[in-house]
């Protein structure tokens, strides 16, 4: 079963508006570049419009939004069609400041067409992201992360530049770098439609070795991998031996921590059951296998996914964030 997550700034609930990690963007959006073009400001300060461009690190595709294959095998007299090729809608990787110190940590992705701009403060390495969230600036959030760490907020842009009597270059451009690195990117008017009603509010307490942070969201849902390229979510939650468990039927979740699988998952049911349960990652969707990467919910900016190693706590139907800041 496949349930794809609409895209739009969170409505009801509560989640409206400036949450944790996010600010209110009150001061103008910077220039935007011309429809079907790329504005990089390099190392020197120099506008670059870029009229071809590929992304080549610091995006993903979120395959669970691309529409199920429904083409027929290919004849036997035919190459198989490619199933390596990345799938649905590329969105940029950013990984916020409450996103904890794992390597593997919490991701903000942010569809590239809601983006307004990337600014980089090198000698802070800071970056920030500014993201549309409705038809109007006012509703913008800003995002800011570090570029301090290793492969962490860093993107490689490659375009082809015009060099004039020189002829065609390959330039690439780095952004989250100390040395050589551009100081920002200017995209196009983004394109993002009224924010959709409602959404299951939840809160997701995550942890890590310098504490706990709690993040509200909306329509969380388990995220599982399916094959090399596929991305698919799932109302299910699944626990040894062949106990499947809906997600809209949780009331709270503690997952047991990276070093404590043998004390399970303390899951609490709406009508107050509370059991200890062994969860299954290697899982069978339908008729396919699949294994649970995570958690995945809606964001102002996007979707935010938490690895399962970084939850520290879940609870549906809330908006109260608790003691835990």
């Not at 007299?77 to 996103?99: H, I, M, N, Q, Y």
């Not at 570090?146 to 490659?158: A, C, D, Q, V």
Request: aromatic share 6%; net charge neutral; proline share 8%.
């Amino acid at each position: 079963m496949r349930i794809p997550l609409p895209l739009g700034a969170l409505a009801g609930a509560g989640i409206l508006g400036c949450v944790t990690a996010f600010l209110c963007a009150a001061d103008e959006p910077p220039k935007a570049a011309e429809p079907g073009t790329l504005l990089v400001i390099d190392p020197a300060g120099k506008e670059q419009k870029l009229k071809s461009w590929t992304w080549v690190a610091g995006t993903r595709h979120l395959a669970f939004l691309a529409p199920a294959d429904k083409e027929p095998d290919p004849p036997k007299d035919k190459a198989p069609k490619d199933k390596t090729k990345p799938v649905g809608p590329e969105a940029l990787e950013f990984r916020e400041e409450t996103s904890t110190v794992y390597a593997d940590g919490i991701l903000t992705l942010i569809p590239l067409e809601r983006l307004r701009s990337i600014d980089y403060e090198i000698e802070k390495e800071i970056v920030t992201a500014r993201v549309a969230t409705g038809p109007k600036a006012d509703d913008d959030v800003k995002l800011t992360g570090l570029t301090k760490f290793l492969r962490i907020n860093k993107i490689i842009i490659e375009a082809e530049v015009d060099k004039g009597d020189l002829g065609l270059a390959e330039v690439k451009f780095l952004g989250g770098v100390q040395k050589g690195g551009m100081k920002g990117i200017r995209f196009p008017p983004p394109k993002v439609e009224a924010a959709p009603a409602g959404g299951r509010p939840a809160v997701v307490t995550s942890a890590d070795r310098t504490g706990k942070v709690t993040h509200k969201v909306a329509d969380l849902l388990p995220l599982y991998r399916i094959g090399e390229t596929r991305e698919q979510t799932a109302p299910l939650l699944f626990f040894k031996k062949t106990l499947k468990i809906d997600v809209a039927n949780i009331k709270t979740i503690v997952p047991a921590g990276p070093d404590d699988e043998e004390k399970g998952w303390q899951v609490v049911l709406k009508d107050g059951n509370d059991e200890n349960l062994s969860l299954l990652r290697d899982v069978t969707l339908g008729d396919k296998p699949g294994k649970l990467i995570g958690m995945l919910a809606r964001v102002p900016a996007g979707y935010k996914l938490f690895p399962l190693h970084t939850l520290a706590e879940v609870r549906f139907d809330t908006t109260d964030e608790g003691s835990d800041k």
